[in-house]
Structure formats: C-alpha cells, structure tokens
C-alpha cells in the first residue's frame, strides 16, 4: 500500500520554479498528472510553456529532485507530454495575477542596451532549510531559483557583456548558442527587474514583489 500521497508530491512541486517566469510549475499549471504506484514510486506528466524550451531537461531535473524530497518516495519519472497544449488558461488564478502585475510596474527600469551593456548581479543567495534556492534583493524580497539560474546570477559580474553572457550560458547548460538567446534575454530582464542585476549608468529599480 502506498504511503506516500499525490497531494504531498504537488506540495513539493510548488518550490520547483519555472526557469522562464518567477512561478513555480505548479501554479503554472505545467504539471499534467501524478501517479503514485503501491510501491511508492512516482510517474509525472508535465509539459512546458513552450515546445522549444531548451532549458527543459533542467526543469526535469529540478522536478525530480523535488518529488525525491518527500519522505517514502522510491522511484520518480518524468514524461514530458505536449498534448494538451499548455495555455495560460492552465495557470491558476493566484498566477495569472502576479503575471499581471509584472506587466505594469510603474518603474520599470530603462531597457537594456545588448551592444554595451555590463550586467553585474547584486542581492544575495540564501539557501532555504528544505534545500531551495532563493535570491533576495537588497529590500529582502526574494526570488526562487534553481541551479541554472543561479550560475547565470554569478556569471553576471560586471565584466561580461550580453553576447559574452550567452556564451556563458550556452556552456553552462550545454545547449547550442541560438537555443539559449531568447532565454537569456528573458532571464536579464526579469532579473534587473527584480533588483538582482544591475546595469551601470542606468537606473535599476524593482517593480516586482517575488515571493519570499
């Protein structure tokens, strides 16, 4: 008999963090189904947001990790599926919210020059005591991270300019150059947006609360 229940394993799953978006995959409605067999193994079935999303086998991984994280839990598979097509429509209503209120910060920092620009990552890093990662600006609100993220934070040291970072980023993650650009530029200015990066000579203020 199964001692491990469904409800346990999405609770796990809302630390899980999409790579794209500050939200997790829960509440990005990217998870599709959990299966928990008498043995206590786990079958998901999730999706992306986007069926080109390099970062994927990353996200795989982070969700793995997490299901492994609840007590009892022996194996774990992750089947990525992409039927039915993911859409906002699947987000709960807690996330289409704070998707909303991304969009229309009043101080929404200058866009970032791409030629010239030198991002340098400010705030810190804090490991939580259940083994998630969070960055947290200088006003304390936090944003949670997994690895990736968190290697591409470090990478911004002030010295590296846009093309340079995606270079990085490529390397970092294993994936070819034109896979990772958009995600990158995504990344920078989700991040500056949240007083985790800084670009020199123009303004940076935060106009997002991330969770702390």
């Known amino acids: 008999m199964s001692t491990v229940s469904a409800s346990a394993i999405e609770e796990s799953l809302k630390l899980c963090m999409d790579p794209e978006?500050?939200?997790?995959?829960?509440?990005?409605?990217?998870?599709?189904?959990?299966?928990?067999?008498?043995?206590?193994?786990?079958?998901?079935?999730?999706t992306m947001n986007t069926q080109g999303c390099p970062l994927h086998?990353?996200?795989?991984?982070?969700?793995?990790?997490?299901?492994?994280?609840?007590?009892?839990?022996?194996?774990?598979?992750?089947?990525?599926?992409?039927?039915?097509?993911?859409?906002?429509?699947?987000?709960?209503?807690?996330?289409k919210i704070k998707i909303k209120n991304m969009g229309s910060g009043l101080n929404t920092p200058a866009p970032i020059n791409y030629e010239t620009a030198l991002p340098q990552g400010v705030g810190k890093l804090v490991q939580q005591e259940d083994g998630s990662m969070v960055l947290a600006n200088e006003?304390?609100?936090?944003?949670?991270?997994?690895?990736?993220?968190?290697?591409?934070?470090?990478?911004c040291n002030g010295q590296h300019k846009v093309t340079?970072?995606?270079?990085?980023?490529?390397?970092?993650?294993?994936?070819?150059?034109k896979q990772v650009e958009k995600e990158v530029m995504q990344?920078?200015?989700?991040?500056?947006?949240?007083?985790?990066?800084?670009?020199?000579?123009?303004?940076?203020?935060?106009?997002?609360?991330?969770?702390?």
């Open 139 to 155: 006003h304390d609100q936090g944003f949670m991270v997994n690895q990736a993220i968190v290697d591409f934070w470090k990478s």
């Open 57 to 95: 086998e990353t996200l795989v991984q982070d969700a793995t990790r997490y299901v492994k994280k609840v007590p009892g839990v022996n194996n774990v598979k992750v089947d990525i599926v992409w039927e039915p097509k993911w859409s906002m429509d699947k987000m709960s209503e807690e996330a």
């Open 21 to 46: 978006v500050p939200l997790n995959i829960v509440e990005m409605g990217l998870i599709y189904g959990i299966d928990v067999t008498e043995n206590n193994d786990v079958n998901i079935k999730m």
């Open 187 to 212: 990344l920078l200015q989700q991040l500056r947006e949240g007083g985790l990066i800084a670009i020199a000579g123009q303004p940076d203020t935060p106009n997002v609360e991330f969770k702390k």
């Open 164 to 177: 340079e970072l995606v270079e990085l980023f490529a390397q970092q993650t294993g994936l070819q150059r």
